[in-house]
């Protein structure tokens, strides 16, 4: 955007890598990415989104955050992405192709699955989650014909309580596995801050050896420093708002951007210090 100063990405070389391993290989597992709030795992997802090759990977990001999920069609539509039909019908008569092309191209990922209208419809009246899963299973498989589908679930902790006939987790769950350890076609990512989430998952029997855990913490000091050095930090505010705020990249951006501002670092940092304390 212009005008808006964006701080770059910074680091995450390990973890960025330890991911793409996973995406060489063939998908096995459901991979869990967790960390404390704010440490950047929708950061870094997206950032390995964009940098994908689109010809190879097709990518659905899905994010509950926010979203209210009570019952099955809440849970439904969060799923899907209805085709929207007239705009495209429109575009074909000015030129078929191009964008037929354009809609494609159109974007980094799908927060979806696309279906057609009347297919979102019959699954919000037949009320069956067998359905759903039987429809995303033959999907998935059509899709990895020709490229590797990559399914990410962003603030999964947010459908942990959802009950349809059941709690709609393990069914969730259940899907993974099988496009995962059984099928082999789709590589699936869940991410949440929620560590009593996490340990719940953990301790079900069902996941037990089909997931793989991946921390994404707060930066680690050498990387604090590096970071804070990049904005031209000197070696003693290096030092200080590391002793004082630690890793959590939201942090260190908000005391980056009051440097930028000409605020000094070290009363800055104090500040953000006291004002945790008192919460
Ligand atoms: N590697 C990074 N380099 C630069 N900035 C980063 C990095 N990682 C995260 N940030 C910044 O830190 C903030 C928090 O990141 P993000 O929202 O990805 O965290 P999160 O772990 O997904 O949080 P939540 O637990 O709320 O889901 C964002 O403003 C993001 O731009
Ligand atoms: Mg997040």
Not at 124 to 147: A, C, G, P
Not at 159 to 181: A, S
Not at 225 to 239: T, V
């Amino acid at each position: 955007m212009k005008g808006i100063q964006r701080t770059e990405f910074f680091d995450r070389e390990k973890e960025k890598e330890e991911i793409l391993h996973i995406l060489r290989q063939e998908p096995r597992e459901i991979n869990f990415i967790y960390g404390p709030i704010n440490s950047g795992k929708t950061t870094l997802i997206q950032k390995l989104i964009d940098d994908l090759p689109k010809d190879k990977y097709v990518v659905f990001y899905i994010n509950l955050r926010g979203k209210l999920i009570k019952e099955y069609g809440g849970f439904v539509r969060v799923l899907f992405k209805v085709k929207r039909k007239e705009i495209s019908e429109k575009v074909i008569e000015k030129g078929e192709k191009l964008a037929k092309k354009a809609l494609v191209l159109a974007g980094r990922y799908l927060s979806g699955i696309p279906i057609e209208k009347d297919m979102l419809d019959g699954f919000l009246e037949t009320k069956s989650s067998e359905d759903v899963f039987e429809f995303l299973e033959e999907y998935f498989l059509k899709i990895s014909e020709t490229k590797i589908p990559i399914l990410i679930i962003d603030e999964l902790q947010v459908i942990g309580d959802l009950e349809i006939n059941g709690k709609v987790i393990y069914k969730l769950f259940n899907f993974f596995i099988r496009l995962t350890k059984e099928l082999h076609i789709c590589h699936v990512f869940a991410l949440s801050s929620d560590s009593l989430f996490i340990e719940r998952v953990y301790n079900e029997a069902i996941l037990k050896d089909r997931c793989r855990y991946l921390l994404i913490d707060n930066f680690d000091e050498e990387t604090t420093k590096k970071f804070l050095k990049k904005h031209n930090f000197s070696e003693e505010e290096q030092e200080n708002v590391y002793n004082n705020t630690g890793g959590k990249p939201a942090h260190l951006l908000r005391i980056i951007d009051a440097k930028n501002r000409g605020g000094d670092v070290i009363t800055e940092t104090e500040a953000m210090l006291e004002s945790r304390k008192k919460r």
